[in-house]
Structures are given as structure tokens and as C-alpha cells.
């Protein structure tokens, strides 16, 4: 048993650390690290992209069936796209909302100030993105 647990424990030493710089006027740019969030931001739209053409392709009634309001959720429905497209949708909308969280923290550390319009929008498109979730969940 005490072998067990010291396996698991990490030295005080180890750990992660994050490191968000403020990129300067002069265009010198600070350590960003690798965590870009418009990068993220893109992965999340070319995957959701792609997700919804494979559904046409899957799924070819998908624009005459009127079973849901969004046309796309009814190729969900189809079983060897749906194993495989309803994971990868979930996993980009978390993906998805923590690109604009990070994108809010970005606009923050340059501006100096909260941007409430980028906040509002950024929380009503994560609830339009949730409530796709849900109708997609429903399927």
C-alpha cells in the first residue's frame, strides 16, 4: 500500500504553470506560451465545419426532415455518423467556450479594461452553442 501511494505523489517542484503576457505597442511580443485563442477558436469552427458536411453526407433526407429544428441534428440520428459526430460535437463546444473565455482574457490583459460587449456576446453565443447541445442530445 505505501508503495502505491508514494508512486502517485508529485514532487513540490513538478506542476503546470500558465504564463498569459500582454503583447506590447511596440510590437514586441512577450512569452504567450502555446495557447493561442484565435487558434482555438478556428480548430473549433473547421471541426463543427466538417462535422456538418459529413452529416449532409450521411444523412441525405437531412433538408426535408422536419422530426427537429435544426436540420443538422437530424443526422445525429444516422448510427454509424452518430457514434462517431455527437462526441466530437461536444468535446468542440467545450473547446469552443474556452476559446472565447481565453479571447475575453486576451482582450482584458491588452485593453486594460473589461470589454462587455465581447463578454455579452461571447456568453449568448456559448448559450446559443449549449442549446444545440441540448437539441442534439435530445436526438
Known amino acids: 500500500f505505501p508503495i502505491l501511494y508514494w508512486r502517485f505523489v508529485v514532487p513540490s517542484d513538478t506542476g503546470v504553470r500558465v504564463t498569459i503576457w500582454q ?3 511596440d510590437g514586441n511580443r512577450s ?7 484565435r487558434r482555438i477558436l478556428a480548430t473549433s469552427f473547421q471541426v463543427i465545419a466538417v462535422v456538418g458536411t459529413l ?5 441525405e433526407e437531412w433538408e426535408t426532415d422536419d422530426t427537429v429544428e435544426i436540420p ?5 440520428r444516422t448510427k454509424p455518423y452518430g457514434y462517431i459526430a455527437t462526441p466530437l460535437w461536444f ?4 473547446y ?3 476559446g472565447i473565455y481565453l479571447t475575453i482574457v486576451q482582450q ?8 462587455w460587449f465581447l463578454i455579452a456576446c461571447g456568453a449568448l453565443f456559448v448559450a446559443s452553442l449549449a ?3 441540448l437539441v442534439i442530445l435530445e436526438q
Do not use: I
Open 108 to 115: 482584458r490583459l491588452q485593453d486594460k479594461r473589461y470589454n
Open 31 to 37: 512569452d504567450f506560451g502555446s495557447v493561442y485563442p
Open 96 to 98: 469552443f467556450s474556452a
Open 72 to 76: 443538422m441534428a437530424a443526422a445525429f
Open 55 to 59: 452529416g449532409a453526407l450521411f444523412h
Open 91 to 94: 468535446l468542440m463546444s467545450v
Open 23 to 25: 503583447q506590447h505597442e
Open 131 to 133: 442549446l444545440c447541445d
